[in-house]
């Protein structure tokens, strides 16, 4: 037998016997390393711990093959006076996320909170929307190709989604100013994928309605939107069911719409019972959300709010709790493994991703 079809042969003994059973993940397998490439697993950065902790650092790099910030691209950091622009912190995590190969998320171009000074205070309807135009324009064409997928519109719908926010820019712009937004970012970078994002329109309701009519109408006018973000901060005792999840992902994804899970935590205080019993319901939570993106073609990445229960924004807006997959000491917490188990099970779902790599070489060595 020659060598190259002997190599060949060893090779698909090897794809044979790829793990299928998500029980078979071993222990050291990474959260990058379940997903596979299939799907982006992210986190959102928080730069200060970036640059002060290493284990933050290894952590983040080990774990995670998509990275967003969490403060340091919104309008009130990144642009705090007119046409003073401060990239540096949010060009650091572009370098960390290029030596560790890592895809970059832009978060966020328009949204009505950590506005700066100059945009809330006092400006006529003309000068806004230059404003608006001018910070899309600096912010997207400074990190052309660079940042794969933008949240160009972050939360324009109100809490309960019976109506658009009245916020600055609707009650100055009117609704056009959405539009105007995403109009600009494909102008400024013709390649990044652009996000209409938001809270509390995971699962069937009166606010994924709006938002699935909002995108509807826009794509019918023509304005650019690729995808819609899903926040999924969830209250474990409280959450929309795992179906109705699903179930908005797929019609969001019958739209023609990329769909990503894009700040991912789960709130576990307000569940009864011993500490144990919350890490094993947010276990189970955090594997049924991950599994609704796998198993829905449309969902293309899940990024998490953080990724350690130290480094949360939820201590502070919702009161001490313990939201994310690895706690203060960086340990993993049961969260992590069903997350994990999730992200392997697309080997399950889509069974030829497990077999891509020996099947090429297959074709290739062949004699
Ligand atoms: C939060 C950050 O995590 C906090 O550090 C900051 O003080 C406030 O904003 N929805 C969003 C995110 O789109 O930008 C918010 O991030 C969390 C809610």
């Not at 969490?70 to 309008?75: D, G, L, Q, T, Y």
């Not at 789960?266 to 955090?286: K, M, N, P, S």
Request: hydrophobic share 45%; with cysteine.
């Amino acid at each position: 037998m020659r060598r190259a079809a002997l190599l060949a042969l060893t090779l698909s003994a090897c794809a044979g016997s790829l793990p299928n059973d998500p029980r078979e993940v071993a222990d050291r397998t990474t959260l990058r390393e379940a997903a596979g490439g299939r799907l982006r697993i992210g986190a959102a950065v928080d730069l200060s711990a970036l640059t002060r902790e290493a284990r933050y650092a290894s952590a983040l790099a080990d774990q995670f093959d998509s990275v967003t910030a969490e403060n340091a691209m919104k309008w009130g950091p990144i642009q705090p006076e007119p046409q003073v622009w401060r990239f540096e912190p949010a060009d650091a995590l572009i370098a960390f996320a290029r030596v560790h190969r890592m895809r970059v998320r832009g978060h966020a171009l328009v949204w009505h909170n950590q506005l700066p000074r100059w945009v809330t205070e006092q400006m006529n309807r003309d000068e806004l929307a230059a404003a608006l135009e001018a910070h899309v324009t600096g912010a997207v064409a400074h990190f052309r190709g660079m940042v794969a997928a933008w949240d160009v519109v972050n939360e324009a719908l109100s809490d309960s989604g019976d109506r658009l926010r009245p916020s600055l820019f609707e009650q100055r712009l009117g609704d056009g100013y959405i539009a105007q937004a995403f109009r600009a970012a494909r102008a400024a970078d013709p390649e990044a994928l652009l996000f209409y994002n938001d809270f509390g329109a995971e699962g069937l309701g009166q606010k994924s309605d709006r938002v699935f009519a909002l995108v509807k109408a826009l794509r019918a006018a023509g304005v650019p939107v690729d995808g819609v973000g899903l926040q999924m901060h969830l209250d474990a005792a409280r959450h929309p069911s795992v179906g109705d999840i699903r179930a908005n992902i797929h019609r969001l994804g019958e739209l023609g719409l990329v769909v990503e899970i894009t700040e991912m935590d789960l709130r576990v205080r307000g569940i009864a019972g011993t500490r144990a019993e919350r890490l094993e319901a947010q276990r189970v939570l955090y594997h049924d959300v991950a599994a609704a993106c796998v198993e829905e073609p449309a969902c293309k990445a899940i990024t998490l709010w953080g990724f350690c229960d130290a480094h949360s924004w939820i201590h502070s807006y919702f009161g001490v709790d313990e939201p994310l997959p690895f706690d203060e000491t960086y340990a993993p917490k049961p969260a992590f493994y069903g997350l994990r188990e999730a992200l392997w099970s697309q080997r399950r779902v889509f069974p030829r991703i497990g077999q891509q790599e020996p099947a090429v070489d297959l074709v290739v060595t062949a004699p």
